[in-house]
């Protein structure tokens, strides 16, 4: 099945934000890009409800850079405003490659499992920049979406760093339980890039660890629900 596309994503900035930590005024990215982020940026280039991306690897092309702004936010019903310290990533730019895979608890859209119609669609999205605006973690910052003819052939700031760890980091959100129950949980683990490149566990790797967000009681794929 022809299933896979790479796409080179760049821009002034980045927020790759901790979901869990983010409701404070003050806001800090993560120094790379988070599986939830990935899969958020290929929904905006090309999406159906007939299936789901999953985000198999990223390299990092541009150093890895920080940028302080102070931002004054706006309060309602008052003339005045507070003022925060965002910390942005600065000049990035990403090699994605991603593959696509049916979406089995839509039965809805069983005749759209065509993927031939869905990978050649997707490449011109890819080509166009994109179906809708794609953000690099928020909406102030901006992605230029292109192909990327050939994954890893662009040299990496970070092609000679064998192993690079990241320590505990935020994956993404499972929306639904096993039996499409209402329930919440994110996932996490300890990202390590290696010559620049990330490899991602898919969101069922059994290796992935799990927190209850909300919903009710259940124990995800027998793993510790505290986060050490």
Known sequence: MEN??????????AMFTDPITKIGGEKGS??????ESLRGIMDSIYW???????I????IINPIKNETVNVRTIKY???????????????????????????????AMENDRNDNKHFFSAKRMIEKGGHLDV??????????????????????????????EFGLMFHGFDYLGPNGEDILTARFWKPVMINGTIDFP?????SLMIKRVRGTEY??????????
């Open 56 to 59: 198999d690897k990223v390299r």
């Open 135 to 164: 953000f690099l973690g928020t909406r102030e910052c901006p992605a230029i979406v292109e192909p990327c003819e050939e994954f890893g052939r662009k040299d990496s700031a970070y092609k000679n760093t064998q192993k690079f």
């Open 219 to 228: 124990a995800p794929r027998a793993a510790s629900e505290e986060v050490a």
């Open 30 to 35: 993560y120094p790379i890009p988070t599986y």
């Open 4 to 13: 896979k596309v790479y796409v080179r994503v760049s821009g002034r900035r």
């Open 77 to 107: 019903h008052s003339t005045s405003g507070d003022l925060y310290i965002y910390n942005y990533l600065r000049d990035v730019e990403y090699e994605i490659e991603a593959h696509f895979e049916w979406n089995l608890n839509n039965k």
């Open 202 to 206: 898919r969101p069922d790797d059994g």
């Open 48 to 54: 159906k409800p007939t299936f789901v991306w999953v």
